[in-house]
């Protein structure tokens, strides 16, 4: 379907609303710039930009005042007077409003951003809005209509998700049972939104939006300060991560391949297992990238410049989150450069819904930019210290192996392809599988082969842009290498829609196909996705879960038995820990995170040590049998033991 522009009417409603927003403008511009300004001595009789205010009010009034005569009829049919030019001139006027504001909170330090975000958000909804024409009604019977003709189709959407939503809830306050060092980080960073310079919504910390950040906050106001509360967002993003492989892999390759893609990635026993944690913010772009990517390329093949309005608007907001939107950002550009050189008829009819994209872009973006311009180290602080090229990693590692850099980075590209498949996850994991299984893989190798020989199609080429480009990416400009198996999780969506491809084209080459045999193939279908239901479920939670894999480094564990000892002591005297180099209050963030109670680090022999009655005495592992003999002269206290599977990890005793 081709988009038709309305045709100006000549109606002075159009110049009234015109006029209307001017004035909502200069009384919203009005009160931002009252709030950016400390407050004025009561001795001030009116504040700052007050007559601006009062201008904004004069103009609403008057903007109703405007006859309906032959003058402003014709003055009406003015292009700048159309739906869209009006509503995109009212995104653009809102996106400044929200960056002046944005400036103005940061240098006066306000912390209540809540009005700043709903005039960022309306932005980019007036934005999309411009290109929903008038003559698009809301038609509640055409919306039943597609209701019963989709109605299956949707509930078997429904089951997927609910499939992904039991392995992603199930225990999840208690699988993984510890906290790892990045996620008790996370939670305390989190905690600090509300106020210091967190509470800024498109500030950074270790490239984590600070919106990202607030929304794990608000989850823990609502579901307590507890894994469970700090878990949760993520948990969503993993479930949000089925809807949008779907659409995207159904404009890709149809309902089966569809279907297959959510079962798979609701079934990933890595992807479970990322959603399950906080400290990896790469689970967020499984959904964030397929949407962006979805509504590029449908809103580029059906020529409707609303898709690609939304997909720039939702990549802008992408940049809250995390800084893989960086990715994308370049991935997109070098896509629409790559479909102007090769795919340059095409491409030419479409010139308008890219324009779009961009222009969705710009309108929200600017916030994030205002921010990383005047706070640049924090823009680029993870490449600073994980760059291949900013860390120094590249001219040591060829000093130390005699290798070129060309050489080098091939290498590492290499790394990445091979963390999906062959190395086991490690990091922010522990299991000894890769990412994905070992049929996933066959059937990833097959559909990646179609994908690649169908490339002459813009969504095959975008679908191999999305694997391809992150993986260059990641082995280009991060490191360390063990690092890659988590990173590559921005990448699942396009391997399992390409391991979905591979294996409809499977069944259908071997004589098997839906068009030939329904059954055959819905009998193979259900065989091998539930083979594969069953291997991950098993991976997650019988390989992995209960085994004290997650944070392997014992005294990283300890930090959360200990955070959650605290929490257990019922009252207020003092608590020493029997501390060494290794087991120290302050060493792990997740100690902090379960309990900012206050404890003291006792190194020396506990003899030595001069309690009360009440106080309570922690020992870590390796002062346990230390802590047992003091007990043993000191009986009547209350002993409490913490195992960490077949370890004694912790040891309390409140003295009598």
């Excluded at 550009?333 to 961009?358: C, G």
């Amino acid at each position: 379907m081709v988009e038709q522009q309305p045709k100006a009417k000549g109606d002075v409603k159009n110049i009234r609303r015109f006029v209307a927003f001017a004035g909502v403008f200069l009384l919203l511009l009005s009160q931002f710039l009252v709030f950016s300004k400390e407050v004025l001595p009561e001795s001030v009789l009116l504040p700052h930009y007050f007559l601006l205010a009062i201008l904004g009010a004069v103009v609403l009034i008057a903007s109703q005042l405007i006859p309906s005569n032959a003058f402003w009829k014709r003055l009406s049919k003015h292009v700048i007077f159309s739906d869209v030019s009006f509503w995109v001139l009212v995104a653009i006027l809102l996106s400044i409003v929200t960056t002046s504001a944005t400036v103005a909170f940061m240098t006066y330090r306000r912390i209540n951003y809540i009005p700043v975000v709903t005039i960022w958000l309306l932005s980019g909804v007036c934005y999309v809005y411009a290109f929903v024409y008038s003559n698009k009604k809301f038609d509640s019977v055409k919306i039943i209509d597609w209701l019963k003709i989709y109605r299956n189709e949707i509930l078997s959407l429904i089951v997927v998700m609910a499939i992904a939503a039991i392995a992603r809830f199930y225990q999840l306050g208690e699988i993984p049972r510890v906290l790892d060092g990045d996620e008790g980080n996370v939670g305390n960073f989190a905690r600090s939104t509300f106020d210091g310079y967190l509470a800024n919504p498109f500030a950074l910390w270790e490239n984590f939006g600070a919106l990202y950040l607030q929304l794990i906050n608000l989850a823990m106001k609502f579901f307590g300060y507890n894994p469970f509360g700090l878990r949760l967002i993520p948990a969503l993003g993993g479930i949000l991560a089925v809807p949008a492989i779907y659409l995207f892999a159904r404009w890709i390759g149809g309902q089966k391949i569809a279907l297959f893609s959510a079962l798979l990635i609701a079934a990933s026993h890595s992807h479970v297992h990322f959603s399950r944690i906080v400290s990896v913010a790469y689970i967020q772009d499984t959904w964030l990238i397929p949407f962006e990517l979805y509504f590029l390329i449908s809103g580029l093949q059906k020529r409707e410049s609303w898709r690609t309005a939304l997909s720039g608007v939702i990549l802008a907001i992408h940049y809250c989150f995390y800084l893989t939107s960086q990715i994308i950002t370049a991935l997109v550009l070098i896509y629409m450069l790559i479909l102007f050189v090769f795919y340059r008829n095409w491409f030419k009819q479409r010139i308008a819904q890219a324009l779009a994209f961009w222009g969705g872009f710009l309108i929200v973006i600017p916030p994030s930019v205002a921010y990383a311009l005047k706070n640049p180290n924090e823009f680029v602080g993870r490449l600073s210290s994980d760059g291949v090229f900013q860390s120094g990693w590249l001219e040591v590692t060829m000093e130390a192996t005699g290798q070129s850099a060309a050489q080098l980075l091939f290498g590492r590209v290499v790394h990445v392809f091979l963390s999906l498949f062959y190395y086991p996850a490690i990091d922010f994991y522990g299991t000894p599988s890769p990412m994905i299984s070992m049929i996933s893989t066959v059937l990833f190798f097959a559909g990646m082969g179609i994908v690649l020989w169908k490339i002459n199609k813009p969504e095959h080429l975008l679908l191999l842009g999305y694997f391809w480009g992150t993986t260059v990416c990641i082995g280009v400009f991060s490191i360390p290498p063990s690092a890659d198996s988590y990173r590559i999780l921005m990448a699942l969506p396009a391997v399992l829609i390409m391991a979905a491809i591979g294996f409809d084209q499977i069944l259908e080459m071997i004589g098997i196909g839906w068009e030939k045999s329904h059954s055959a193939y819905i009998l193979t279908a259900s065989t091998i996705l539930t083979s594969l239901l069953a291997f991950n479920l098993w991976t997650y939670y019988t390989e992995f879960a209960g085994q004290c894999r997650f944070a392997l480094n014992l005294p990283g564990r300890f930090g959360t038995y200990l955070g959650v000892e605290l929490q257990r002591i019922p009252n207020e005297n003092r608590v020493y820990l029997l501390s060494n180099s290794i087991y120290f209050y302050g060493s792990h963030p997740a100690t902090t995170f379960f309990s900012l109670r206050p404890v003291i680090n006792y190194p020396e022999p506990i003899d030595a040590l001069d309690v009360v009655s009440g106080e309570t005495i922690i020992a870590p592992p390796d002062r346990i049998e230390e802590l047992e003999n003091w007990a043993r002269a000191h009986p009547g206290g209350q002993l409490h033991y913490e195992y960490d599977c077949k370890t004694t990890i912790l040891l309390s005793y409140q003295v009598p």
